[in-house]
């Protein structure tokens, strides 16, 4: 396992067996309105977040909870060892040896920010905040951003069973208990509805690239042409193949007890669409169409989304 790797499953292991210990309702705290877990996150690492120095060759991608920030962290890494002249899968292809942090920029002690500015450019960081959340460096230095967004009834439904699998995060009783806990924002890094709505304010930012899990899912070739481009990376035929194969599901799936650890399976479940119609009654159905229409109908994520596609019975 890499040191990128290892530092992945430290993080993941340690919060999920110091969550073990907590009852669920001690598992979060509340952050200027938004809740986080207290295993990952602190309000001291939010105050000296404030003041991070992002460069203007960071490679940033933003995604809400389970709308596939591992997929795609992974074709980034890749990606990113390839534009330093490095074969992917060989050594870590960012923020390598003994400066390795882990890659969400909101999860850690607060003195990883001043550990950050001796990463090598350039730095890959992934986050999970809405985009008023984020220091403000970030949007001055016009840092390339990737923006990853999912149809909100798969979000909900991927969260739910990752939920209950990692002590990290409160567990529900049923699916429809979190239901509830999804529509009256009482969700771990906020509302995602609310999410879309306010990174749709930048979703027209020359350094803000919109792509779609569902569009990813469809023509994987066609999405990581599209995210190399946007970087700047020059691909070979071959180079792009290597790293359509390494991020498929089910090479990842294969692979998610080296890169993922004991939870390996949790983060790669099913990897599919649609998977929201095993737990949606129609009701439920009723009422996330209602609200998307409300915060996002008609706006530029609204319409990438293909909601009418992906989210009608």
């Known amino acids: 396992m890499d040191k990128s790797r290892k530092k992945f499953v430290d993080v993941i292991d340690k919060a999920t067996v110091d969550g073990s210990s907590l009852h669920c309702d001690e598992r979060l705290f509340t952050y200027k309105g938004i809740l986080y877990p207290v295993t990952l996150c602190s309000p001291e690492t939010f105050k000296a977040l404030e003041s991070f120095e992002a460069r203007s060759d960071d490679i940033i991608l933003a995604g809400y909870p389970k709308s596939g920030t591992n997929w795609v962290s992974q074709i980034l ?76 009834k798969d ?49 027209d930012e020359k350094n803000v690239m919109p792509i779609t899990y569902e569009e990813l899912k469809e023509d994987p070739v066609l999405g990581v042409k599209n995210i190399a481009a946007f970087f700047g990376i020059s691909l070979t035929e071959e180079q792009l193949q290597l790293v359509v194969e390494r991020s498929s599901f089910q090479s990842m799936k ?26 949606f009654s129609e009701d439920q159905n009723e009422k996330m169409d209602k609200a998307f229409e409300e915060h996002v109908g008609g706006t530029k994520l609204g319409r990438k989304l293909k909601y009418e596609v992906y989210c009608k019975a």
């Open 254 to 279: 294969k692979n998610s007890q080296k890169t993922h650890g004991a939870f390996g399976n949790a983060f790669f479940r099913k990897g599919g669409v649609s998977d929201w119609k095993n737990l």
């Open 155 to 203: 979000i909900a439904a991927s969260f739910y069973h990752f939920s209950n699998r990692l002590a990290i995060f409160p567990s529900y009783e049923t699916w429809d208990d979190f239901f509830v806990a999804f529509m009256t924002k009482k969700m771990t890094w906020g509302c995602y509805l609310e999410y879309l709505s306010k990174w749709n304010k930048y979703a």
């Open 77 to 152: 890494n890749d990606l990113i060892a390839i534009s330093e002249k490095k074969t992917p899968g060989t050594e870590s292809g960012v923020n390598n040896e003994e400066l390795e942090e882990f890659p969400y920029l909101e999860v850690g002690d607060p003195e990883k920010y001043e550990r950050m500015t001796r990463l090598p450019s350039p730095r890959f960081i992934v986050t999970h905040l809405r985009p008023e959340n984020l220091p403000k460096s970030i949007f001055k230095s016009k840092a390339k951003i990737l923006l990853l967004i999912r149809n909100p």
